[in-house]
């Protein structure tokens, strides 16, 4: 680069000087100048391989955070090389793009694994059934996925439900011990199997609302079980009700309501 600049620079004083003369030559020194914007920026997209470098490094050390430190760094180098020097050879709107879904990337993993941390805390709480902690960590969560949400919409990471289960959570935090109570009131283990537990009885329409916020039956009666619910409600159900419980939950299988029907404990 400093060789062509310092070219033209002699060819713009041998074309002033001695225009006259046979070492004038003004095509020459188009050339040597074209040259010379093509090759502006240079240092700077060394600098970005660099960036781009220690951010590779920085992903294979688990350390996200510095990752998309050195992104963001590299983005705001390659912007200011498109801007200031468009006709060099190094302008390139392409990388700019794929700079900027890296650091986009590199910073949503690192939400997720924060969110994923969380995550195991408020499940160990909520099973322990230690409902305050959980609504700080359920608080914490839901505020990492409405940023996920909002900074990175075309993000392809997946927010692995997380988004969805602590909207829920969020909306029954303050009934987080009440349903808690209410549910393990109902559990009974299992006739010879004291690991599985199931609800001794089926569910009543008022407890269903209070985890679904709406009633399907046709025969409302707050205290009567659900009736016209569908599969895929029934299961949402579950997967809420181990939401709150902070365990794994499932919708019973046919031996196993016959199970505690024989054995007399199923209302």
């Given amino acids: 680069m400093e060789s062509y600049t310092k070219a033209r620079e002699l060819m713009d004083e041998v074309n002033t000087r001695f225009a006259r003369t046979k070492f004038a030559d003004v095509g020459f020194r188009a050339q040597l100048w074209a040259t010379e914007l093509s090759l502006q920026g240079a240092n700077e997209t060394a600098e970005v391989d660099v960036l781009v470098a220690g951010a590779v490094e920085a992903i294979v050390g688990e350390n996200l955070i510095k990752a998309a430190e050195y992104y963001t760094r590299a983005v705001a180098l390659q912007d200011e ?3 200031e020097w468009p006709q060099s050879r190094f302008v390139s709107s392409a990388r700019f793009e794929e700079l900027e879904s890296k650091r986009q990337a590199t910073l949503a993993e690192a939400l997720m694994r924060e969110a994923r941390t969380l995550d195991q805390v408020a499940n160990e709480l909520l099973a322990k059934r230690r409902a305050l902690g959980a609504v700080e960590q359920v608080e914490a969560i839901h505020e990492l996925m409405t940023r996920f949400a909002e ?10 439900g997380l988004g969805k289960k602590y909207s829920f959570l969020m909306s029954v935090r303050e009934q987080l011990r009440e349903l808690q109570d209410l549910f393990y009131e109902r559990l009974v283990p299992l006739p010879g199997n004291d690991a ?4 001794r ?3 009543d329409q008022e407890t269903y ?3 679904m916020r709406f009633n399907p039956s046709k025969n409302r009666d707050d205290a009567l079980p659900v009736d016209s619910i569908q599969w895929a409600n029934a299961k949402e159900l579950s997967v809420r009700v181990g939401w709150v419980l902070g365990r794994e939950v499932r919708l019973p299988q046919a031996d196993e309501i016959s199970q505690l029907t024989a054995a007399g404990v199923m209302a």
């Fill in 201 to 203: 009885e089926l569910v």
């Fill in 209 to 211: 609302v209070k985890v």
């Fill in 151 to 160: 900074e990175f919409p075309r993000s392809n990471l997946s927010d692995e």
């Fill in 196 to 199: 599985p537990m199931i609800m």
């Fill in 81 to 83: 090389l498109n801007r």
